[in-house]
Every structure is written in C-alpha cells, then in structure tokens.
C-alpha cells in the first residue's frame, strides 16, 4: 500500500520568513496530494491541492511542487505570520487506493512574532 | 452549506458503556471517511463508504468497532464496549467521489474513564 513520509516533524521561523514541509510518497499510481492545515483543537482544513498532471499550484502565499519522477512534493509558505502556526498534513490518493487519503505524521509549524 | 455535522461534540463515558458517534456529510457527496486522531498515531482511517456501501474497513481496530450508512444523508461509528485506549478525536470527513477533495467535520472527542 502507499506510505507517506513527512519532514521535519516540528518547524520554527521567524515572522516573514518562508517555511517549507516535504513529503515523499511509495505508490507511483497515486495522483493526488492535498494539504491540510490543523490548528489547535479545530479540524483539520483543506488549504490547497495539486494532481499529477502539474508540477506546482500556487494560492497566494502558499505554493506546492510536485516531482512525480522522484516522488516528493513540498508545500512553501511564503512570508510567514502568527497565524500560519498549526500543525499542516500532507496526504496522498488515488484510484488505485479507492480515493482513501493515506496521511503524513503531521509537521507543527509555530511561526515566531 | 452548513458543512459536515458531527455529534455530539464531546462525550466522556465510563470504560464498558457503548459509545455512538454521528455524522451527516455534505449533501450530494457520496464518499464518507471516519478517522481517529491520537497523539501517538496521528490521522488514522477507520473505515469509509461509497454510496453507503463499506468499501475498506481494514483500519477499524478491533470487533468492538462497527460502523453503519443507512443512507446518503447519515452514518454511525459504535465502540462497544468502550475501553480508555479508545478516548481520541473521532473525524468524519466527506466527498464527492472523482473530485477527491475530503472536508471534514468539526470531530467528537471521546474521553474513556
């Protein structure tokens, strides 16, 4: 089955600073990888996605790149604020896996005023 | 839209009693997904459903968990009995099979004492 892998665990930056989290994937057939947000307490919310057929998507201060050959695929937050402290997951899907999501372990990203 | 609804919020209840945890998804999706979030295990899938029908409950953890669809519109998750390695946060999360996009309920955290 597919096994998704998510680094660092925990993430420190200073206010405006860009911060990056990368996953790596195992099953080649999977072709969709959401990002998801999870602040403290609250559910855990789609913040963007990217399919297999682009590279990288873009949604104002956040980006994500894709590498299908090697993969891998990395959310960047650009300019980073207080607000963008919580703990963000990457997942991936696909048909072969029914649409199921399988999940990274989660990356607490606490952005420093 | 009023989103996915999940009920109760909060239940604490005593090691051996039944727990049942609801969930209404997004109307017109037909693809429902309950999760369990521990500090330990991060994000896990129990079980989801297409069209009401179960289609991968190999994450449910053992036989005191069942999980029923009766129709589009509801589903239950049942510990019974509860024991306090099961107290965690309960996700219900739907979507629109083919466009992939899971959105989630707000969570029921269940206490086992």
């Known amino acids: 089955g597919e096994n998704v892998e998510q680094h660092p665990s925990t993430l420190s930056v200073q206010e405006g600073d860009s911060a990056v989290i990368k996953c790596t994937y195992s099953?080649?057939?999977?072709?969709?990888f959401p990002w998801y947000k999870q602040e403290l307490g609250k559910r855990p919310q789609l913040i963007i996605d990217?399919?297999?057929?682009?590279g990288e998507k873009k949604d104002q201060r956040i980006a994500v790149t894709l590498n299908k050959t090697a993969k891998h695929f990395s959310l960047h937050i650009t300019e980073t604020q207080p607000e963008d402290s919580a703990v963000y997951f990457c997942?991936?899907?696909?048909?072969?896996?029914?649409?199921?999501?399988?999940f990274g372990t989660g990356t607490s990203l606490t952005v420093i005023p | 839209d009023a989103g996915v609804i999940q009920s109760p919020r909060h239940e604490v209840t005593e090691m051996g009693q039944e727990v049942t945890l609801r969930c209404k998804p997004i109307s017109g999706h037909n693809s429902l997904f309950w999760y369990r979030q521990t500090m330990m295990r991060g994000l896990e899938l129990l079980i989801y459903?297409?069209?009401?029908?179960?289609?991968?409950d190999s994450g449910m953890p053992e036989d005191r968990f069942s999980a029923k669809m009766p129709n589009a519109s509801f589903s239950t998750l049942k510990i019974q009995p509860s024991e306090p390695r099961d107290s965690a946060v309960y996700f219900c999360?739907?979507?629109?099979?083919?466009?992939?996009?899971?959105?989630f309920g707000p969570g029921t955290r269940l206490t086992v004492t």
């Open positions: 997942a991936a899907s696909g048909t072969n896996t029914g649409n199921q999501f399988y």
């Open positions: 990217i399919r297999s057929n682009v």
């Open positions: 099953d080649s057939a999977s072709n969709y």
């Open positions: 999360a739907s979507s629109l099979t083919g466009a992939l996009e899971q959105y």
């Open positions: 459903f297409n069209n009401n029908v179960p289609i991968d």
